[in-house]
């Protein structure tokens, strides 16, 4: 199983959110090329980063924080928030990222995530962001009717390979995963990255047992609860 570490950018700063809220932001670090770097040191083979302002439909201004993040680094970064066009897509696969997650716009432009996959195939990612089991628009802020089972079900028709899926209930809530719908959304076939409420190396540990692709740890990490050098040293 692959351990993701997140890097939530806003403003050029390294940030968590709880439940995807932007009134309810901390800030961890200033610059997050320093925190690729530490990550990278304590063992981490990739890495998950969200630039937080295009997620909240701002102007990408996080790009050249991204593009100094791998060039710091050796390890493979997914990258997503605010990926609404194939330009957008094609600008971060030229700076070096190595997955794109799209979040919105897959269900928006449904005509956006099969030309990228015509083009990148298994390089296009696409995030689940649930609530009950129902997906999440726009940076978690619009609802929609949308079941994620069955929407998984159709990206994986279309040629979709990996979808993030995140229970926001849980997000930033250091409680442990939504393990109910990590097991019914694994039906899917699809390689699922859990994302949400991992507050231990057991959470992770038990995501690992139910054959799960990876994880995305985050605030746990931020907040010390998970030492990544030793959950690097326990998980396959």
């Known amino acids: 199983?692959?351990?993701?570490p997140a890097i939530d950018i806003k403003d050029g700063k390294c940030v968590r959110l709880v439940q995807g809220r932007a009134d309810q932001q901390t800030v961890y670090y200033q610059n997050p090329v320093e925190v690729a770097k530490l990550w990278e040191a304590q063992g981490a083979t990739y890495l998950h980063v969200v630039d937080l302002d295009g997620a909240f439909g701002q102007i990408a201004r996080n790009r050249s924080?991204?593009?100094?993040?791998?060039?710091?680094i050796n390890i493979p970064i997914q990258v997503g928030g605010g990926v609404r066009s194939l330009d957008d897509a094609k600008e971060l696969f030229e700076i070096g990222v190595n997955r794109v997650i799209l979040g919105t716009a897959a269900i928006k432009s449904p005509t956006l995530l099969d030309e990228l996959l015509i083009l990148y195939r298994e390089k296009v990612v696409v995030s689940l962001d649930c609530l009950d089991g129902i997906v999440q628009l726009e940076g978690w802020i619009d609802g929609s009717i949308i079941d994620a089972f069955e929407f998984a079900l159709t990206l994986k028709l279309k040629g979709v390979e990996t979808i993030v899926y995140t229970d926001i209930s849980k997000d930033g809530m250091l409680q442990g995963p939504n393990f109910?719908?990590?097991?019914?959304?694994?039906?899917?076939?699809?390689?699922?990255?859990?994302?949400?409420?991992?507050?231990?190396?057991?959470?992770?540990?038990?995501?690992?047992?139910?054959?799960i692709y990876g994880a995305i740890v985050g605030k746990a990490l931020y907040e010390k609860k998970i030492d990544l050098k030793e959950l690097m040293e326990v998980v396959c």
């Open 1 to 4: 199983m692959i351990v993701f």
């Open 180 to 211: 109910e719908q990590l097991s019914k959304i694994q039906e899917s076939g699809l390689n699922i990255i859990a994302s949400g409420g991992v507050s231990s190396i057991e959470d992770v540990l038990r995501i690992e047992s139910m054959g």
């Open 65 to 72: 924080v991204i593009k100094a993040m791998i060039e710091a």
